[in-house]
């Protein structure tokens, strides 16, 4: 199994930039990609930005230039640099990992809200 303890999350004038952690602990080295996604009220879950064991990097169309993915393995932690911040981006962050078996854990998500 995998936990995943997000942090990092607040409130934000249009503009500004925040960092958000994912802290991974648990079977680690299962794991094969991680990432972010957001729900904002109202909508459904989406992409934000992922990362493979590889390094290979994947955003969101609506974050690319803005949003930056980044990782420490030797703390097991994930990052999200966030920039340039807008109204829409408000919502829930979740961590989610996906294991080699295929199997997924989310963590329980930071709040992060932007002020216009």
């Known amino acids: 199994q995998v936990q995943l303890v997000e942090s990092g999350g607040g409130l934000v004038q249009a503009g500004g930039s925040l960092r958000l952690s994912c802290a991974a602990s648990?079977?680690?080295?299962?794991?094969?990609?991680i990432g972010w996604y957001r729900q904002a009220p109202g909508k459904q879950r989406e992409l934000v930005a992922t990362?493979?064991?590889?390094?290979?990097?994947d955003y969101a169309d609506s974050v690319k230039g803005r949003f930056t993915i980044s990782r420490d393995s030797a703390k097991n932690t994930v990052y999200l640099q966030m920039s340039s911040l807008k109204p829409d981006d408000t919502a829930v962050y979740y961590c989610?990992?996906?294991?080699?078996?295929?199997?997924?854990?989310w963590g329980q998500g930071t709040q992060v809200t932007v002020s216009s």
């Open positions: 990362i493979r064991g590889g390094g290979t990097t």
């Open positions: 648990g079977s680690t080295s299962s794991i094969n990609v």
């Open positions: 989610k990992t996906t294991i080699w078996s295929g199997h997924v854990y």
